[in-house]
């Protein structure tokens, strides 16, 4: 089964709008934490965002925030004031086992790639 | 400023040669990790290590094989390359906090002909 689901293979956006980007997963560990990375065309990954299972309040970075809904296992970005510079392909990634004092390995899901139109 | 590197950027081979992509980092993580991103799929994990002497097989290991004899370098080497095996590699390091994020090198784009 799909640990991480991106059911968006593209969107588009309005510039200065605001875009939700969605991300839902699955897991049984109780511990795990949920990463947001951007790659431009150049090709880059750039890490975004990050949301701890036991954080009590949702991420915010800037102009990136994560709506992040524990019981539904979702964990949706949201891009606010969109820019045309936010034109990339957006990955949802989740590390299991934070807790055991060890970073594992991130586990992907498949891209959404964002467009935004002037 | 620290950061990792992987060379080649790009390399073209033919089918059954031994092909070595090299990732050197100067964060002084221990934490390192091999992916192979294809579209429709992702990242995928192909091996990782979590220091000095100790590798790990990921999601998709088949065909490839890593060492790590010092924190710096995790060099990927493909045994005998197979057209299945063009892609976009990312080496990538981190702390060993729970919380902390991967860093990515620009990638290496093989083909395999």
């Known amino acids: 089964a799909q640990k991480i689901t991106q059911t968006q293979p593209g969107m588009f956006v309005q510039e200065k709008e605001a875009v939700t980007l969605d991300c839902t997963y699955d897991t049984s560990d109780p511990s795990y934490g949920l990463f947001w990375y951007k790659q431009p065309s150049s090709g880059e990954m750039i890490f975004l965002i990050y949301q701890g299972s036991y954080d009590q309040q949702n991420a915010t970075e800037g102009r990136y925030s994560l709506n992040f809904q524990k019981a539904r296992k979702s964990a949706n970005l949201v891009i606010s004031a969109s820019q045309l510079g936010d034109s990339a392909m957006y990955f949802c990634a989740m590390r299991e086992g934070i807790s055991s004092g060890s970073a594992r390995q991130l586990t992907f899901g498949s891209g959404t790639q964002l467009t935004v139109l002037p | 400023d620290a950061e990792i590197t992987q060379s080649p950027r790009h390399k073209i081979t033919e089918t059954g040669r031994q092909v070595t992509l090299a990732c050197h980092q100067t964060?002084?993580?221990?934490?390192m990790f091999w992916y192979r991103q294809d579209l429709g799929h992702g990242l995928r994990l192909i091996h990782y290590s979590y220091g000095v002497h100790d590798t790990n097989k990921g999601e998709v290991s088949d065909g490839y094989s890593v060492s790590r004899s010092n924190t710096e370098d995790l060099p990927l080497t493909l045994e005998s390359a197979a057209s299945s095996q063009t892609s976009v590699y990312f080496c990538?390091?981190?702390?060993?906090?729970?919380?902390?994020?991967?860093?990515f090198g620009n990638g290496t784009r093989l083909t395999v002909t």
């Open positions: 990538a390091s981190s702390e060993s906090m729970g919380n902390s994020p991967l860093h």
């Open positions: 964060w002084n993580h221990n934490n």
